[in-house]
Nanobody, 121 residues
């Protein structure tokens, strides 16, 4: 069982930036970042394949967020720029244990505990 641990959340003003990190205790394949705002369903923000050759971004974050990974260090990142109050949520990193391209939450096998991101207006 691989453990995922997020870090980097916090409080930021609108227009600011944050970088989320996720450390994995072992090898993972596809990785993704999800978020869940209060009273809303969990949504996929961004995902990346093992090689990094395939990426996906939700329309709401396209052009502002960038997902990346360092396979040698078992790390993944989410750079968030031009943050908006509507980006406020708990952010979760997720990963698969086999080389598949997961497109929904159900497709991911490992989950972090979540980190709070709050964007003030």
């Amino acid at each position: 069982q691989v453990q995922l641990v997020e870090s980097g959340g916090g409080l930021v003003q609108a227009g600011g930036s944050l970088r989320l990190s996720c450390a994995a205790s072992g090898r993972t394949f596809s990785v993704g970042w999800f978020r869940q705002a209060a009273g809303k369903d969990r949504e996929l923000v961004a995902r990346m394949s093992w090689s990094g050759g395939h990426t996906y971004y939700a329309d709401s974050v396209k052009g502002r967020f960038t997902i990346s990974r360092d396979n040698a260090k078992n790390m993944m990142y989410l750079q968030m720029n031009s943050l908006k109050p509507e980006d406020t949520a708990v952010y979760y990193c997720a990963a698969t244990r086999i080389p598949v391209i997961a497109t929904t939450a159900q497709g991911f096998d490992y989950w972090g505990q979540g980190t709070q991101v709050t964007v003030s207006s």
